[in-house]
């Protein structure tokens, strides 16, 4: 699924992560990238290009103070904006008639009855009693295959064969359903090769019929923006709810999903993931969007980081750090800082790269371990830990639940570090100094 796609966005933003600073000029080349990518991948040419202006706004006037790069940045609004277009949030079901009825309509061959006998299995798992219903009356073989794919996923099918009103059908199915408590109705309409006006003007009649909650469009993935196309003429005459886009196992380009919401202001609900009757998946816009970038990870490391740290802070710290004034109150918020973004293995985890510097981070007791010693002493203490003599110590470690050897040993190791960081600027580069001082204070048997 959106395999070229997402190779050509990685592409690019391996350059975006590189740059140190985002001018007007290099976001303006990333995003003339990512557009190609888009209309390579089928996109709409009206979407492609309002979606990309909008972020180009968006990019430029975004705040840079935060300590994730500049590049980074705009891969995490590229992912916001990406959602958008998908359609923010998940769509479900409006089941609320008794029956509750839904109306599938699509091109012959978009996967319609097959989605029927899916929708059928997947409303039954969900404790529905459903029925289907055969309106596609010109192909017999259409009410045929959707008997037998009934039959397979065990959910009843009315079909009146020889019947060629479909309205009637459609209130004849309504009324045993309520005879038969089948609590959603799944009606499979007749197709047509093309969209053509007595197929539309059927369907107009069998909404009147029907009422149905929901309208839904089953529209074939692979087909790309031609299948946004037929979506808008379907919209404009039956002002439909929403979408299914199926095989979207197949070699499904992009084009079809990333169009669709944004040309009709309707959203995808499902889709259609392979030719078993049990491949129907809830559409998650946020998800294929990470999936589509092939960078959830970076995503959510920027929405971590930018929660918790603040570049402002960093770099005063950097001040204190070239100065030599880094105090244990500094390291104590440091500490904090770490434990906000959560267990450091995950953090780490999620640094492309960065798995194989596993034993960089620390166990989760050791930094509370060192943040009660901390947090023993008195604000003066803190700032100057040169008057922390044996008495205080003692207290010290009274305080914090630990030995008088332990808070010696933090203090040695805060001083070699300390000493140590005088040259070092960077934060990034502090958590590798640590390590190569030996890690942060070792205290073996610290709760
Ligand atoms: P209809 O003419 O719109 O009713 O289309 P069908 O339901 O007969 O589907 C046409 C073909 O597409 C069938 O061979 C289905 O098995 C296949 N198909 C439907 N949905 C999917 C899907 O999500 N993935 C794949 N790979 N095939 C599908």
Redesign the pocket.
């Known amino acids: 699924m959106f395999e070229t796609l997402t190779g050509k966005l990685q592409e690019v933003f391996k350059n975006l992560r590189g740059y140190g600073k985002l001018s007007e000029a290099n976001i303006a080349d990333a995003l003339r990238e990512v557009r190609i990518a888009l209309l390579e991948a089928d996109v709409n040419y009206d979407v492609a290009k309002n979606w990309i202006d909008d972020i180009q706004v968006k990019a430029l006037g975004a705040n840079v103070t935060k300590t994730v790069s500049p590049g980074q940045q705009i891969i995490k609004i590229l992912h916001d904006e990406l959602v958008r277009l998908l359609g923010s949030a998940e769509s479900s079901l409006q089941l609320s008639g008794s029956p509750a009825r839904i109306l599938l309509v699509?091109l012959?061959?978009?996967?319609?009855?097959?989605?029927a006998a899916k929708l059928g299995l997947w409303l039954k798992s969900k404790g529905r009693s459903p029925m289907l219903v055969a309106c596609d009356v010109y192909r017999p073989a259409?009410v045929e295959?959707l008997q037998t794919l009934g039959r397979q996923v065990e959910v009843p099918v009315f079909a009146q064969p020889g019947e060629l009103n479909v309205p009637r059908i459609a209130e004849q199915a309504v009324r045993l359903a309520e005879i038969q408590n089948r609590n959603v109705l799944i009606f499979d309409t007749a197709?047509r090769h093309q969209i053509d006006e007595p197929l539309m003007q059927e369907l107009v009649e069998l909404k009147k019929v029907v009422r149905p909650q929901e309208i839904l469009l089953?529209a074939d993935a692979a087909t790309g923006q031609e299948a946004a196309n037929v979506a808008g003429r379907f919209h404009e005459k039956l002002d439909l709810t929403g979408f299914i886009l199926?095989?979207?196992?197949?070699d499904t380009r992009g084009g079809a999903a990333l169009s669709m919401n944004r040309l009709t202001g309707r959203p995808i609900k499902l889709i259609?993931?392979?030719?078993k009757t049990s491949?129907l998946e809830v559409f998650h816009p946020d998800r294929m969007a990470s999936r589509i970038l092939g960078m959830g990870d970076i995503v959510s490391l920027v929405e971590k980081a930018q929660e918790s740290v603040d570049a402002e802070k960093a770099a005063k710290l950097e001040k204190k750090l070239r100065k030599n004034e880094f105090t244990l109150q500094d390291f104590l918020e440091q500490l904090e800082e770490v434990q906000r973004m959560g267990p450091l293995e995950n953090l780490l985890a999620m640094i492309p790269g960065a798995a194989n510097v596993k034993n960089l981070s620390l166990p989760e007791k050791q930094l509370t371990g060192i943040k009660a010693i901390v947090q023993s002493m008195t604000p003066q203490e803190r700032a100057h830990p040169e008057i922390l003599n044996a008495r205080r110590r003692i207290r010290i470690a009274q305080g914090s639940g630990v030995t008088v050897t332990q808070v010696n040993d933090l203090l040695k190791r805060f001083g070699a570090m300390r000493k140590m960081m005088k040259n070092v600027g960077k934060m990034g580069k502090m958590l590798g100094g640590m390590r190569g001082a030996g890690g942060f204070p070792g205290m073996p048997g610290m709760r």
């Open positions: 699509g012959n061959g978009s996967g319609k009855t097959t989605t259409a295959q197709g089953v199926s095989r979207m196992d197949g259609g993931t392979g030719e491949d």
